[in-house]
Nanobody, 122 residues
Framework: QVQLAESGGGLVQAGGSLRLSCVASGSFFSIDTMGWYRQAPGKQRELVAAITSGGSTNYADSVKGRFTISRDDAKNTVSLQMNSLKPEDTAIYYC????????????????WGQGTQVTVSS
């Protein structure tokens, strides 16, 4: 059973920083793209940042220059360093990973963490 577990959320003042981490556990062959999504109250879940197995990254325009995504394949982890936080960054942040059970791309499935709350006060 593959599971994703997030950590690092919390309450911070505007301008502050937080670091989110997510670790994948269980039995699997490899992890393709890993990413962070967020969902604010009354809004749809949106992509914040993603990183491929080759290290290519993609960011939402709203976080470019402030957030940095990274991964450690040896530890099956993905992290999100969030700097210069704004009140509009307040949301539940979810970790996502495309995980293969075998070497075949057909065995790839998306997995989600349970979410971690990030609250930025003004």
């Amino acid at each position: 059973q593959v599971q994703l577990a997030e950590s690092g959320g919390g309450l911070v003042q505007a301008g502050g920083s937080l670091r989110l981490s997510c670790v994948a556990s269980g039995s699997f062959f490899s992890i393709d793209t890993m990413g962070w999504y967020r969902q604010a109250p009354g809004k749809q879940r949106e992509l914040v940042a993603a990183i491929t197995s080759g290290g290519s990254t993609n960011y939402a325009d709203s976080v470019k220059g402030r957030f940095t995504i990274s991964r450690d394949d040896a530890k099956n982890t993905v992290s999100l360093q969030m700097n210069s936080l704004k009140p509009e960054d307040t949301a539940i942040y979810y970790c996502n990973a495309e995980i293969r059970r075998t070497i075949s791309r057909l065995s790839r499935n998306p997995y989600w963490g349970q979410g971690t709350q990030v609250t930025v006060s003004s």
